[in-house]
């Protein structure tokens, strides 16, 4: 069998008698020589061979040892054909498994199997490397499309938050003004009631003193149905309470219309604990339906520089994901605190509840992924706050253990490197 001339091939041969039966079979290949192993690993070290046909019986290193070292010192990927004594099959079998391409016998030197074997051995070569170059290629197009699909979900997560962001802020932003008219003018009329009910109780003051005991006794008769003694004393107390409640329904409303700016692009310095305070009494009425307990334990912080509508997201989330993973009756705190150097301030939202399990701490950041019943959550609301933090050049961590609480940690630099002069 005839080869090309184009075929460079590494006879691995120490026998004078064994070289001249070679060059008679293998005519048209361009045939090299060498007397050892290491003389061959030279070689393969100098220049590239097509092929490499390897007696297994060599002075120094044996042919195993030196498959061994083509496939693993020098990661050459060249077709080796081993030719071993009679009788070595079971040898040879083992070398096939070693890197070897295929085996030939020493009787069979002097015929065209020798030549059929070295061309067969680089034909299944070059299927190989094919094979793996396509092996390559799809496992390359696979890592794409996963990226590409990684891509388009987070794409979907943030249109779909957005869009949601944009709506509640748009119907927080409605009923904070519809709570607003009708506060205004209670708050007037109440300073106005204020003012005419101490004129008017003390005009009846007046009339009590001036006809002492000739009252009139179905005047008196409709004071003691009123018991108007304690209804004057305990006016200040009523007004004084309705005030209050006003304050604290203003408040409500004030962080309503915090909220209607969720998707402000802006950043600028704000006072982080102000924000929790905010975000606190959004989800109270969330923490009183489950009996829950909720605290929070501010430190004095340096103000940050950050996207105030978006530290309230995060907030919002972490609080409406701890409500909704906590039993009845559980303790949930929200504290801050910042580093010596004030150049950090954290968030820490923490709860007694169940925890969360070692299998599927690693998804809890992931787009989609939620352990809620359906219709309960997206499992957006802990990734786009993991992304909320990232965008910040801060971070968000989590510590949990099963049966003993999990804590979220959002930490901030208190100002971003991109906004410092």
Avoid at 109 to 134: E, F, N
Avoid at 277 to 303: F, G, N, S, Y
Avoid at 341 to 366: C, L, N, T, Y
Wanted: aromatic share 4%.
């Amino acid at each position: 069998m005839i080869g090309t001339h184009a075929t460079r091939l590494l006879i691995v041969e120490d026998s004078p008698s064994d070289r001249r039966i070679y060059r008679r079979t293998l005519q048209g290949f361009d045939i090299h020589f060498a007397g050892s192993g290491e003389a061959a690993l030279e070689s393969l070290r100098r220049e590239p061979f097509d092929a490499v046909v390897l007696d297994f019986d060599l002075p120094g290193l044996d042919g195993a040892q030196v498959l061994g070292m083509i496939r693993d010192g020098l990661k050459l990927d060249v077709p080796v054909v081993v030719v071993t004594g009679g009788g070595s099959e079971d040898l040879a079998v083992g070398l096939l498994k070693l890197g070897a391409h295929d085996y030939v016998t020493k009787d069979l030197l002097p015929t065209p199997r020798v030549a059929a074997a070295v061309l067969g051995a680089m034909d299944r070569h070059r299927l190989d490397r094919a094979h793996r170059d396509a092996e390559e290629a799809l496992r390359r197009r696979n890592v794409e499309l996963e990226q590409a699909l990684r891509q388009l979900k987070e794409a979907q997560a943030q249109l779909i938050q957005g869009e949601k962001m944009a709506s509640l802020g748009q119907l927080v932003a409605g009923v904070a003004h519809e709570i607003n008219n009708p506060l205004s003018y209670v708050a007037n009329n109440l300073v106005v009631l204020d003012r005419d009910v101490r004129d008017v109780a003390a005009i009846m003051a007046a009339y009590r003193a001036h006809f002492g005991d000739a009252i009139p006794a179905p005047i008196r008769e409709a004071e003691g149905r009123v018991d108007l003694p304690y209804t004057l004393a305990n006016l200040d107390r009523l007004l004084r309470s309705s005030r209050q409640g006003l304050d604290r329904v203003g408040k409500i409303v004030a962080g309503l219309r915090d909220f209607s700016r969720l998707d402000e692009g802006h950043r600028k310095l704000i006072d982080p604990n102000e924000a929790v305070r905010t975000t606190v009494e959004m989800v109270r009425h969330q923490a009183r339906l489950k009996d829950a307990e909720l605290t929070i334990d501010l430190l004095p912080l340096p103000k940050i520089w950050c996207n105030p509508g978006k530290l309230n997201q995060v907030l919002l989330n972490l609080l409406i994901n701890v409500l909704q993973a906590v039993g009845r009756g559980a303790r949930i705190v929200v504290a801050t605190s910042a580093n010596s150097e004030d150049s950090e301030v954290s968030f820490r939202v923490s709860d007694d509840g169940p925890g969360i399990p070692e299998a599927i701490r690693g998804k809890v950041f992931d787009p989609f992924f939620t352990t809620k019943p359906q219709g309960v959550g997206t499992g957006l609301g802990l990734w786009i706050s993991f992304c909320i933090a990232a965008e910040h050049q801060g971070r968000l961590e989590l510590d949990t253990e099963v049966g003993q609480g999990t804590t979220f940690t959002l930490v901030l630099p208190t100002r971003l490197p991109s906004d410092i002069p």
